[in-house]
C-alpha cells in the first residue's frame, strides 16, 4: 500500500482507542479536516494492523500559556511558550480486524492512493459509483450496491433552499450512474422521473452548460466522467391555460416537450378523485370517507361521450372539471339523490364541507383535468420516451401539483408492480419531500411515498427525495434511505435527533457550508464524506442553452427583461 509523508506522532497526554485517537503535528506538517490518515501497530502474534482514520477537529494553542492575556507576551518574545498543533481523528477501519489502539509516538502518515481507498472502503466497492471530489482533489464514491436495492437503496438530501443545491447534487448523482458503467448492459433501460416545481432550470438537461471551463472539465475527468450533458431526455408540461389545443405551458423550450393532462374518463375509471384531496387535512377531516364513496360511484355511472374524454352521468354530459363538480354538488345537495351517491346517511354538513372542498379545486385543476380537447390524444406522463423524464409542475398551484405527484407516483408505481422485476431501475427524484410526505396526518401521497420508501427497493423504484427539514417528513422515508446527505442547514435544523449520523463538529461546519459541498453518509463508512461535486456540464437556466436553443424559439429574445438568477457554483 502506498503511504503518504509523515505528518506527526500518536499523542500520549490523550487517550487513544481503537475508534479514535489524537495526532500531534510535526513543525511545518499541517492537518485540515476530512484529511484520511493512518498508522500502524505490530500486534504479536497477527502482524501489521493498520489503523485509517478521518480527521475531525483540529485544533492550536501555546503550551505555557497560563493566562489568556500571555498571549501578547509570547508574541512578543518576552514569555517562551510553543505553538502546537493537534488533530482528531475518527477511525474507519482497521484491518485486519484486531481492535487494538494505536501506541503513543506511533508515527502518522497522511494516506497514499492505496491506504486513501482501504480507509474508505473503496478497494471493496465492486460497484463504485463517483459522487464528487474530496479536499484533498482525489474522487469519492458512493457503493452503488446501497443505490440499486442490493444491500440498500434511497437518497436523502436535507438543506436550506437555494444554498444547499439539493437538486444541482441530484441530477449529477443520476449522471454519474448512467455513465460511470456502474449499470452496465442495464444503461440504456434504467430511467429516471424527475419532478420539476421551481421554474424551467431541468429543462435543458440535455443541452452544453455554455459556462463549462477547463477547470470543470478537468474535474470530470478526474471522476472518470464525460464532460456533456444528458443524453435523452423528455420534458411533460401542463396545458396552457385557455389555450383550445393543450399546448405545453414552456416558455424557453420547443423540443422534446409534450403536454400533460387527465381526461373525465380516467378521472372516473381510476378513480383519482382521492387525489383531488390529497392533503393530510383532507385525511383528518369527517369527508375522507365520502370521498371514496363517490370515486366508486363514478366509476360505475360514468360513460364516454365522443373522442374527447367527456363523459355522461346519469344522463348529463361533463365536458369540464367544473361541469363535473357542478353536477357533484347538484346531486349531493338534492335529499332525493344524495343517499345514492353516498350510500349512507350522511350529516349535511360533511357533505357541505366535501363540496367546499371539491369546488376550490376547480380552478387549480381545470387545466389538467379535461374532456373538451378536440381529440383524445396521447396525454399521459410515461417514462418509456427517454432515459430522463421531467415533470414541469412550476406552472401549476400547490392544490394542482400534488394531485400531478400522487397521480404519476401511483401509475409509475403500479407499473413496476405489474413488471415483475426490478430491472430496469426507475429514479425518482422529489423535491420539497416534506410538503408530500408530512411527518404528521396521513394523505394518498404519503401512502405511495411510504410505499416506495419500504417496497420499492424490491421493484427496483428507488427514490432521490430532497427536503429543506428531514425533521417534518415522515420518519420511516427518511430511516429507510441507506444514503444521507446534508447541504448548508439551518442551525436550529442541524440541531434535531434527525441528523444524529453528523457528528457534532460536522454538524458545526453544515450550518457554514459553502453552496456545492455536502456531507453524504453511507452504511460502509462510518463518518460522512465532505463532498465537493463539479460544475454542471448540461443546462441550468436557460440562458447557459443560449447556443442549443433556436433563435426562433423565443420571439421576446433580444429585448430587455429581468437577469437569470446565477446558480451558487
Same mark, same amino acid.
Given at each position: 500500500m502506498a503511504t503518504g509523508e509523515a505528518v506527526g506522532r500518536v499523542l500520549g497526554t490523550q487517550a487513544a482507542s481503537p475508534l479514535?485517537?489524537?495526532?500531534?503535528?510535526?513543525?511545518?506538517?499541517?492537518?485540515?479536516?476530512?484529511?484520511?490518515?493512518?498508522?500502524?501497530?505490530?500486534?504479536?502474534? @497477527?502482524?501489521?494492523?493498520?489503523?485509517?482514520?478521518?480527521?475531525?477537529?483540529? =485544533?492550536?494553542?501555546?503550551?505555557?500559556?497560563?493566562?489568556?492575556?500571555?498571549?501578547?507576551?509570547?508574541? =512578543?518574545?518576552?514569555?517562551p511558550a510553543a505553538v502546537v498543533e493537534v488533530a482528531e481523528v475518527r477511525v474507519t477501519r482497521v484491518e485486519p480486524e484486531v481492535f487494538v489502539p494505536p501506541l503513543p509516538g506511533a508515527?502518522?502518515?497522511?494516506?497514499?492512493?492505496?491506504?486513501?481507498?482501504?480507509?474508505?472502503?473503496?478497494?471493496?466497492?465492486?460497484?463504485?459509483?463517483?459522487?464528487?471530489?474530496?479536499?484533498?482533489?482525489?474522487?469519492?464514491?458512493?457503493?452503488?450496491?446501497?443505490?440499486?436495492?442490493?444491500?440498500?437503496?434511497?437518497?436523502?438530501?436535507?438543506?436550506?433552499?437555494?444554498?444547499?443545491?439539493?437538486?444541482?447534487?441530484?441530477?449529477f448523482l443520476l449522471y454519474s450512474i448512467f455513465n460511470s458503467g456502474v449499470l452496465d448492459a442495464e444503461s440504456a433501460n434504467t430511467?429516471?422521473?424527475?419532478?420539476? #416545481?421551481?421554474?424551467?432550470?431541468?429543462?435543458?438537461?440535455? @443541452?452544453?452548460?455554455?459556462?463549462?471551463?477547463?477547470?470543470?472539465?478537468?474535474?470530470?475527468?478526474?471522476?472518470?466522467?464525460?464532460?456533456?450533458?444528458?443524453?435523452?431526455?423528455?420534458?411533460?408540461?401542463?396545458?396552457?391555460?385557455g389555450d383550445p389545443n393543450g399546448v405545453p405551458h414552456v416558455s424557453?423550450?420547443?423540443?422534446?416537450?409534450?403536454?400533460?393532462?387527465?381526461?373525465? #374518463?380516467?378521472?372516473?375509471? =381510476?378513480?383519482?378523485?382521492?387525489?383531488?384531496?390529497?392533503?393530510?387535512?383532507?385525511?383528518?377531516?369527517?369527508?375522507?370517507?365520502?370521498?371514496?364513496?363517490v370515486a366508486a360511484r363514478l366509476k360505475s355511472w360514468a360513460e364516454p361521450v365522443g373522442d374527447g374524454g367527456a363523459v355522461m352521468i346519469r344522463g348529463t354530459a361533463c365536458r369540464t372539471f367544473?361541469?363535473?363538480?357542478?353536477?357533484?354538488?347538484?346531486?349531493?345537495?338534492? =335529499?332525493?339523490?344524495?343517499?345514492?351517491?353516498?350510500?349512507?346517511?350522511?350529516?349535511?354538513?360533511?357533505?357541505?364541507?366535501?363540496?367546499?372542498?371539491?369546488?376550490?379545486?376547480?380552478?387549480?385543476?381545470?387545466?389538467?383535468?379535461?374532456?373538451?380537447?378536440?381529440?383524445?390524444?396521447? @396525454?399521459?406522463v410515461r417514462t418509456s420516451d427517454a432515459q430522463v423524464t421531467i415533470v414541469d409542475l412550476h406552472n401549476l398551484p400547490e392544490r394542482a401539483q400534488r394531485f400531478v405527484v400522487g397521480v404519476v407516483l401511483r401509475g409509475e408505481f403500479h407499473r413496476k408492480e405489474t413488471s415483475g422485476t426490478a430491472k430496469p431501475l426507475l429514479f425518482v427524484v422529489l423535491d420539497e419531500l416534506n410538503k408530500y410526505a408530512p411527518r404528521e396526518g396521513d394523505s394518498p401521497i404519503k401512502e405511495i411515498l411510504l410505499d416506495v420508501a419500504e417496497r420499492g427497493r424490491s421493484l427496483g423504484v428507488i427514490l432521490i427525495g430532497a427536503q429543506q427539514t428531514a425533521s417534518e417528513v415522515e420518519r420511516r422515508i427518511v430511516s429507510n434511505s441507506a444514503v444521507r446527505v446534508a447541504g448548508r442547514l439551518d442551525p436550529a435544523e442541524a440541531a434535531r435527533s434527525e441528523y444524529g449520523w453528523l457528528p457534532p463538529a460536522v454538524r458545526e461546519r453544515a450550518t457554514i457550508a459553502k453552496p456545492g459541498t455536502m456531507f453524504v453518509a453511507q452504511p460502509e463508512i462510518p463518518v460522512p464524506l465532505a463532498v465537493a461535486f463539479p460544475f454542471p456540464a448540461w443546462a441550468t437556466r436557460p440562458a447557459e442553452a443560449a447556443s442549443r436553443v433556436s433563435p426562433s424559439a423565443d420571439p421576446f429574445q433580444g429585448l430587455p427583461g429581468v437577469e437569470d438568477d446565477i446558480p451558487p457554483f
Open positions: 479514535s485517537f489524537w495526532v500531534g503535528l510535526e513543525p511545518g506538517k499541517v492537518l485540515q479536516l476530512d484529511d484520511v490518515v493512518v498508522t500502524r501497530r505490530d500486534v504479536p502474534g @497477527h502482524g501489521p494492523v493498520l489503523v485509517a482514520g478521518v480527521v475531525t477537529t483540529v =485544533e492550536a494553542r501555546h503550551e505555557g500559556a497560563a493566562y489568556d492575556s500571555d498571549v501578547f507576551l509570547i508574541a =512578543e518574545g518576552a514569555l508515527k502518522v502518515f497522511l494516506a497514499g492512493a492505496g491506504d486513501r481507498d482501504q480507509a474508505l472502503y473503496f478497494d471493496v466497492m465492486d460497484r463504485r459509483v463517483p459522487m464528487g471530489m474530496g479536499r484533498d482533489g482525489l474522487p469519492l464514491y458512493v457503493n452503488f450496491d446501497f443505490l440499486d436495492g442490493t444491500r440498500g437503496a434511497h437518497v436523502s438530501i436535507s438543506g436550506v433552499s437555494g444554498v444547499a443545491t439539493k437538486t444541482s447534487f441530484a441530477t430511467k429516471a422521473l424527475i419532478f420539476s #416545481v421551481k421554474g424551467e432550470d431541468l429543462l435543458f438537461l440535455d @443541452h452544453d452548460n455554455v459556462r463549462l471551463d477547463d477547470g470543470a472539465r478537468a474535474a470530470y475527468a478526474r471522476l472518470g466522467l464525460p464532460a456533456q450533458p444528458f443524453g435523452s431526455v423528455h420534458v411533460f408540461a401542463p396545458p396552457r391555460p424557453a423550450r420547443t423540443q422534446g416537450v409534450s403536454s400533460f393532462y387527465w381526461t373525465l #374518463v380516467e378521472l372516473c375509471e =381510476e378513480e383519482l378523485l382521492r387525489f383531488v384531496f390529497a392533503d393530510a387535512d383532507d385525511e383528518r377531516a369527517g369527508y375522507s370517507l365520502l370521498v371514496g364513496q367544473g361541469d363535473l363538480v357542478e353536477l357533484l354538488s347538484d346531486e349531493l345537495q338534492d =335529499e332525493a339523490t344524495r343517499i345514492e351517491w353516498t350510500g349512507a346517511q350522511t350529516p349535511l354538513g360533511t357533505v357541505n364541507a366535501f363540496l367546499r372542498r371539491l369546488r376550490s379545486a376547480v380552478k387549480p385543476l381545470s387545466p389538467i383535468v379535461r374532456g373538451d380537447l378536440p381529440f383524445f390524444r396521447a @396525454h399521459s
